[in-house]
């Protein structure tokens, strides 16, 4: 069995004197373990880098062996900032908690890579977005996607601005002025294009995807929500407007 396929690294772990077993979410493999031999390797094993991976085992059910080359060196860039490494400790923590190994989501992939890059240039007000939007496409690619075409109650898509944590649809605002305490807010720029979102609404979203991630995903199978995924939300919190 052998395959080819670009990578981004999730996590790393010492094997032996010399080995690493490398997580990496590969774009047409999806989640995938395999080790690394030797320690000239440890460099590029960096949580965030790009590589191009090539995959070797006898069966497809081995861990198997891994050969790196590295495609995009991102991972100093995001160590730089305190918000940029919180955001790639959330990323990293929930991909690998959330998605089931060997299960391809090109889609989701492809908008790691343009989060991981504005992590890496860009401060939290602009890539606070972008990840609440690739949580919400985990969501969607794990089949808990979010309804929000309509309003549950009337069908109506005017002032959908919340969500029902029990259902996922949006609400509109009359519907849901009555039960506003029990609902989730809609941060506008979910709905489509919209200008920048403030730090408010950066909130929300993550209050959001984070609430159904935890209820759909992992406490069923008996997960907590990851530490790194909280701190994320503190640091949400600490933003000024």
Known sequence: MEWIDSGIVLSARAYGETGIIADLLTRGHGRHSGLVRGNKARAL???????????RARLPEQLGNYAVELSRARA??????????????????????ALPEHQPHAGLYDAAEILLDAMASEDFAHWGPLYVRWEAGLLDALGFGLDLSQCAATGTVDDLIYVSPRTG???????????????LALPAFLLGPSDAPDI?????????????LLE?????HGREMPQARLRLDALADSQTE
């Open 200 to 212: 408010a609404q950066t909130r929300a979203g993550l209050k959001l995807t984070g609430y159904f």
């Open 45 to 55: 094993l960096q949580p965030g880098n790009g590589l191009s991976a090539t995959w």
């Open 169 to 183: 649809r949006a609400v509109s605002a009359g519907p849901g002025a009555e039960y506003a305490p029990r609902l």
């Open 76 to 97: 100093g860039a995001l160590m730089e900032s305190r918000d940029s490494l919180t955001g790639l400790n959330a990323f990293c923590a929930v991909a690998g908690a």
């Open 216 to 220: 759909r995903v992992l406490a069923p």
